[in-house]
C-alpha cells in the first residue's frame, strides 16, 4: 500500500467519522508513537499516566475507523502489522509537523518573530550556538532560538521526532553507515559545518602527561571511560582492531567524569573544542595526550528533517555558517 493511498484512508475514514459521529483522533497516534518507543501497551499506559484498557480501545478505534489491523501478537510480543507500520510512519509526520506548529518562527517584512528549539553537544550549545542565540536576539527581539545541550544520539532524535528544529552533531558518535542511510533515503537532511580533531585526553595529574609521545601500549594499563557516547565508533572500531579499551565506563555527568579521571587515572577522547572549554568550566582540568600512533578527526555539521526548510531555520543556518567561518571561532580550539 503506497502512503498516498493511506493518506486517502485516513482523509476519508476522518470524513467518514465526522459525519457518522466518530473521527481520528491525535491521541490515538501518540499513542502508537508510544507503543513504538516502549515496546508494550501496559509501558505505554505507565509512562503516559493512563489505563491499559483506555491505550487498548483507543487503538483498537482507530483499526476500526481504518479498516485494518495495526497490531499482531507474536512470540516477540506486540509489533505492527505491515499496514501498521504505514500509519505510523504517517503518524510521526503529523506529530512531527503539530510539534513544529506549537513553536512556529515567521519572518515578515524582514522581522523574525517566534521561537525555534535548536539542539548540539553542550561544548558547542555553550559557545558556537549562543553567539548565534545572541546575534539573532540583538536583530530580532520578537525571535526565540531556545538551546537544548545533549548527547548526540538524543540529538538526532530530537529532529527526528519533531522536538527539535536542526541539531549540530558530531559524526563519529554515531554509526556513520545507518545514519547516512537516513540521509540516502531523504529521513534527515545534513550538511557539514566544520572538522574537529580528537584527542585522548587525561587530567591535569596523568602520569603520561610526562611522556613526549604515548603509544596505544601506554594506554592498556589505564581504564577508559567515555562522556556518554563520545567518539563511540572511532572508539569501537579501535576495540575491534586492538583489543583496546576491552571495557567502556559511561558517564552522563561531566563533573562526575572529571574527578573520576582524576582519582583513577583514566583515560577518555574529547574533540578538542570540549577541552578548551570544559577547562574553563571545571575544577578539575584535562589535557590532550600526545599520541604517537593515532590521529583522529570528526565532521561536525547540522541536521534537520526531511520537510522543506522555513525562512527562520535558514537564517539560523547562515548565521551558523558565518560564525564557523569567522577567524576567531577557528582559532577557538
Same mark, same amino acid.
Given at each position: ?13 476522518? %470524513? ?43 487503538? %483498537? ?123 540516502? %533515503? ?109 590521529? +583522529?578527526?570528526?565532521?561536525?555539521? +547540522? ?31
Amino acid at each position: 500500500m503506497s502512503c498516498r493511498r493511506l493518506c486517502d484512508i485516513i482523509r476519508k475514514s476522518a %470524513k467518514n467519522g465526522i459525519q457518522g459521529g466518530k473521527r481520528v483522533k491525535l491521541e490515538q497516534f501518540h499513542f502508537l508513537l508510544a507503543l513504538k518507543k516502549y515496546g508494550s501497551i501496559s509501558r505505554v499506559a505507565q509512562e503516559l499516566y493512563t489505563s491499559q484498557p483506555a491505550v487498548s480501545i483507543s487503538i %483498537k478505534k482507530l483499526e476500526q475507523e481504518l479498516g485494518y489491523p495495526l497490531l499482531k501478537r507474536t512470540n516477540r510480543g506486540t509489533v505492527f502489522t505491515e499496514q501498521g507500520e504505514l500509519v505510523l510512519e504517517q503518524a510521526e509526520i503529523i506529530i512531527r509537523a503539530l510539534k513544529k506548529i506549537s513553536c512556529i518562527a515567521c519572518c515578515e517584512d524582514g522581522n523574525l518573530q517566534g521561537s525555534l528549539r535548536v539542539g548540539a553537544l553542550p561544548h558547542l550549545c555553550n559557545t558556537l550556538l549562543m553567539n548565534v542565540q545572541i546575534i539573532l536576539q540583538e536583530r530580532y527581539p520578537d525571535f526565540t532560538l531556545a538551546l537544548e545541550g545533549l548527547d548526540t544520539t538524543p540529538l538526532v532524535k530530537g529532529v527526528e521526532n519533531g522536538e527539535l528544529n536542526l541539531a549540530v552533531i558530531q559524526i563519529c558518535d554515531l554509526d556513520e553507515t545507518a545514519f547516512f542511510q537516513k540521509v540516502e %533515503k531523504g529521513k534527515l537532511r545534513y550538511e557539514p559545518l566544520f572538522t574537529d580533531r580528537l584527542h585522548f585526553v587525561v587530567a591535569d595529574t596523568h602520569p603520561l602527561l610526562g611522556k613526549e609521545k604515548v603509544t596505544l601500549e601506554d594506554l592498556r594499563a589505564f581504564p577508559y571511560v567515555c562522556f556518554g557516547n563520545c567518539a563511540n565508533q572511532k572508539v569501537l572500531a579501535l576495540t575491534q582492531e586492538t583489543g583496546y579499551p576491552a571495557k567502556i565506563t559511561r558517564f552522563y555527568e561531566m563533573a562526575r567524569m572529571r574527578k573520576h579521571m582524576a582519582l583513577y587515572h583514566t583515560v577518555t577522547v574529547l574533540p578538542e573544542r570540549a577541552i578548551a572549554h570544559g577547562n574553563m568550566n571545571y575544577q578539575v582540568k584535562f589535557a590532550p595526550l600526545r599520541m604517537e600512533d593515532i590521529d +583522529w578527526n570528526t565532521q561536525v555539521g +547540522w541536521i534537520h528533517g526531511p520537510e522543506p526548510l522555513t525562512q527562520a531555520e535558514k537564517m539560523v543556518i547562515e548565521q551558523l555558517v558565518q560564525q564557523c567561518e569567522n577567524p576567531e571561532f577557528l582559532t577557538q580550539a
